[in-house]
Structures are given as structure tokens and as C-alpha cells.
């Protein structure tokens, strides 16, 4: 399968600051990745598909201008969250699905965001 | 839209033995995959098996094998010879292809000595 880094694995910032998470892909080209959150003892909630060279495209209750997604190319997608708050600690997630061929979504390790 | 649902928050098992975990989903998609992903303490999503909706064989991987009834909409993950490093969630997911994963809950497996 796929081998997906994400860095940092955790970080803690304060209140008002903004945060990048990047997520790479080491030994595939990926069209499309994905960004999850997830809350403690609860599932993977996605946020966004991103698309290499295109806009992201976000759920339905995700703000698009506070999450932003950049995916740059075909082995880096970066989550930047704006004017953090208490309430976006979490844990991200990213996955990649290679490309045409594949099925599954590989995960990366998850990046720990505690804001204070 | 895909829904998913896994009705046992939580189960255990001695080890050695063989426990099953539950899973029914709805799509509307006729072409599809579903997946088990297990989550251990250290947070990192792995693959258990994957199953193509259009396949009647019930995929297997090891230890791991599934009961997918798809006229049933149920897909349930069999872990035989139970481990201490199968101590973990398990997430059952549809989708796969070009449409986005949805998971469900989860169901938090505990493996005992």
C-alpha cells in the first residue's frame, strides 16, 4: 500500500495563531487526497477532497475559508486552520487514493492540534 | 447518500478465539467497495480487507474474513485466532472508486490474555 506522512504529529498553538498540517505522499502520485477530523472515541468525519491543481471541495458544514486546502502537487496537500480556536483541537487525518486503479484510501499517521 | 452502521460500541474477546463484528450500510451506488479499517491505540488507520460489492466470493486476508450479503446490505468482519495486537477500533466502510468513504461508529475490540 501507499506510505502517507503527515507533519507535524502534534502540535500546540495558541488561540488566534494559524496552523499548516502537511500530508505527503512518499511512493505514489496522488490526484486526490482527503482530510478527516476526529474527535476523541469518535469516527473519522471528513472535511475535504482535495484535487491536485484544483480547488478542494468540502462537506457540508466544513468552513472552507477557516480549513484551507492547498494541494499543490501530486505528493503534498497541505491543512492550514486559520485564526485557531479551542474548539478546532482535534486530531486531522489525511488519506490518499493513488491514482486510477486503486480503490482504497491510505491514512497518514494524524497530526494531534491542541490549541489553548 | 451512503449510511453505515455498526450496532456493538464495544466487544471483547479471549485470545485465540474467533469474534465477529457487524456491519449493515446503505448506498444508493450500484458499483462499490467496502472496507474494514482498524484503528490501534497508536491512532494510525490500517486496511483489514476490502470486499468488491459486485463479487459474490467473501474476500479473506489471513485471519480476517467477511460475511457480505449484499442483498442484506450487511457486512461483518470475522477475526479468527484472536491476537493481542487485533486490540483496536474497527471501522466498516462503503465507497472506494471515485466516491468518498463514510465510516461508521466503530466498534472497540479488546483482545484478552
Known amino acids: 500500500g501507499a506510505v502517507v506522512s503527515q507533519h507535524p504529529s502534534w502540535v500546540i498553538c495558541k488561540s488566534g495563531t494559524s496552523v499548516k498540517i502537511e500530508c505527503r505522499s512518499l511512493?505514489?502520485?496522488?490526484?486526490?487526497m482527503f482530510w478527516y477530523r476526529q474527535f476523541p472515541k469518535q469516527s473519522l468525519m471528513l472535511m475535504a477532497t482535495?484535487?491536485?491543481?484544483?480547488?478542494?471541495?468540502?462537506e457540508q458544514g466544513v468552513e472552507k475559508d477557516k480549513f484551507l486546502i492547498n494541494h499543490a502537487s501530486l505528493t503534498l496537500s497541505t491543512l492550514t486552520v486559520t485564526s485557531a480556536h479551542p474548539e478546532d483541537s482535534s486530531f486531522y487525518i489525511c488519506?490518499?487514493?493513488?491514482?486510477?486503479?486503486?480503490?482504497?484510501?491510505?491514512f497518514g499517521p494524524g497530526t494531534r492540534l491542541t490549541v489553548l | 447518500a451512503q449510511t453505515v452502521t455498526q450496532s456493538q460500541p464495544e466487544m471483547s474477546v479471549q485470545e485465540a478465539e474467533t469474534v465477529t463484528l457487524s456491519c449493515t450500510y446503505d448506498?444508493?451506488?450500484?458499483?462499490?467497495?467496502l472496507f474494514w479499517y482498524k484503528q490501534p491505540p497508536s491512532r494510525q488507520m490500517i486496511l483489514v480487507i476490502r470486499?468488491?460489492?459486485?463479487?459474490?466470493q467473501n474476500a479473506t486476508e489471513n485471519r480476517f474474513s467477511v460475511n457480505f450479503q449484499k442483498a442484506a446490505k450487511s457486512f461483518s468482519l470475522k477475526i479468527s485466532d484472536s491476537q493481542l495486537g487485533d486490540t483496536a477500533m474497527y471501522f466498516c466502510?462503503?465507497?472506494?472508486?471515485?466516491?468518498?468513504?463514510?465510516f461508521g461508529k466503530g466498534t472497540k475490540l479488546t483482545v484478552n490474555p
Open positions: 488519506s490518499v487514493r493513488p491514482e486510477e486503479g486503486w480503490n482504497e484510501q491510505f
Open positions: 482535495s484535487n491536485e491543481g484544483s480547488k478542494a471541495t468540502y
Open positions: 448506498t444508493s451506488e450500484s458499483n462499490y467497495y
Open positions: 470486499q468488491e460489492a459486485y463479487k459474490q
Open positions: 511512493d505514489f502520485q496522488a490526484t486526490t
Open positions: 466502510a462503503p465507497g472506494g472508486g471515485s466516491e468518498k468513504l463514510v
